[in-house]
Antibody
Framework: HVQLQESGPGLVEPSQTLSLTCTVSGEPIATGNSYWGWVRQHPGKGLEWIGHIYYSGDAYYMPSLESRVTISVDTSKNEFSLKMKSVTSADSAVYFC?????????????????WGQGARVTVSS | YNLTQPPSVAVSPGQTAGITCSGDFLEQTYAFWYQQKPGQSPVLLIYHDTYRPSGIPERFSGSSSGNTATLTISGTQEMDEADYYCQMWASGTAVFGSGTRVTVL
C-alpha cells in the first residue's frame, strides 16, 4: 500500500525558490517500478502537470515550467523533491505528489495513482 | 495539446451520467480519469480508456472512440458528486482536461 506525503514551507516570498519534498512509503523508489511526479492545482482551478522523475534521475518537465523547475530523487531516503525558482503569486497553488506506475504497454510513465494529500503553497511577501 | 470537457453535468440519483473528453491526440493515446471531491486529492477511476483499478465501484466505466473518451457513471449516487478530470500523454507531457463538475440533484 503506497503512500505519499508532501512537506515543505507553506509560504514563500516572491522571487524565491519553492521547495517541496515527497516522502514515499510502501514502495522503494529504487525498484524502478514507478515514476514519481508533481501536479499542482491553482485555487478553484484544474490540475496541471509539473513533471516527473524516474529512480535513475531521468526527469521530464512541462515545457512552460522547465526553465524554473528541478525534480530530484533521493533513493536512500525514499523521497523525491520539487524546486521551483523565481516564484510569483501565479505559483500559489496546492502541490500534489503522485506515483506513476511504469506502463508496460507504452514503455513509459502511466497514470497518477496514488496521490499525496497535497501541500498548499502561498507566494507572498 | 488540449482536452475539452463540459464544465458541468447534472444527474438525478440512480440515473446515468456521461462525461466526455475530446482532443485531437486522443485517437493515438490512452485516456485516464480521476475523481476529486472538495478538499481531497484526486483518485484514479479509469486507466487505459476502459480499465478500472481495484476498489473502484463497477458503476464507473470508460470508453473511447476516435478523438473522444467518455466516463459513464451508472446508477449515480450522491457520493459521486465531485469534479472529474480526464488526462492523456502527448509527446511525453501529461495533459489534463479542464474538469467537469458533476452535480447530483
Amino acid at each position: 500500500h503506497v503512500q505519499l506525503q508532501e512537506s515543505g514551507p507553506g509560504l514563500v516570498e516572491p522571487s524565491q525558490t519553492l521547495s517541496l519534498t515527497c516522502t514515499v512509503s510502501g514502495e522503494p523508489i529504487a525498484t524502478g517500478n514507478s515514476y514519481w511526479g508533481w501536479v499542482r492545482q491553482h485555487p478553484g482551478k484544474g490540475l496541471e502537470w509539473i513533471g516527473h522523475i524516474y529512480y535513475s534521475g531521468d526527469a521530464y518537465y512541462m515545457p512552460s515550467l522547465e526553465s524554473r523547475v528541478t525534480i530530484s530523487v533521493d533513493t536512500s531516503k525514499n523521497e523525491f523533491s520539487l524546486k521551483m525558482k523565481s516564484v510569483t503569486s501565479a505559483d500559489s497553488a496546492v502541490y500534489f505528489c503522485s506515483r506513476l506506475p511504469y506502463d508496460t504497454v507504452t514503455g513509459s510513465a502511466g497514470w497518477f495513482d496514488p496521490w499525496g494529500q497535497g501541500a498548499r503553497v502561498t507566494v507572498s511577501s | 495539446y488540449n482536452l475539452t470537457q463540459p464544465p458541468s453535468v447534472a444527474v438525478s440519483p440512480g440515473q446515468t451520467a456521461g462525461i466526455t473528453c475530446s482532443g485531437d491526440f486522443l485517437e493515438q493515446t490512452y485516456a485516464f480519469w480521476y475523481q476529486q471531491k472538495p478538499g481531497q486529492s484526486p483518485v484514479l477511476l479509469i486507466y487505459h480508456d476502459t480499465y478500472r483499478p481495484s476498489g473502484i465501484p463497477e458503476r464507473f466505466s470508460g470508453s473511447s472512440s476516435g478523438n473522444t473518451a467518455t466516463l459513464t457513471i451508472s446508477g449515480t449516487q450522491e457520493m459521486d458528486e465531485a469534479d472529474y478530470y480526464c488526462q492523456m500523454w502527448a509527446s511525453g507531457t501529461a495533459v489534463f482536461g479542464s474538469g467537469t463538475r458533476v452535480t447530483v440533484l
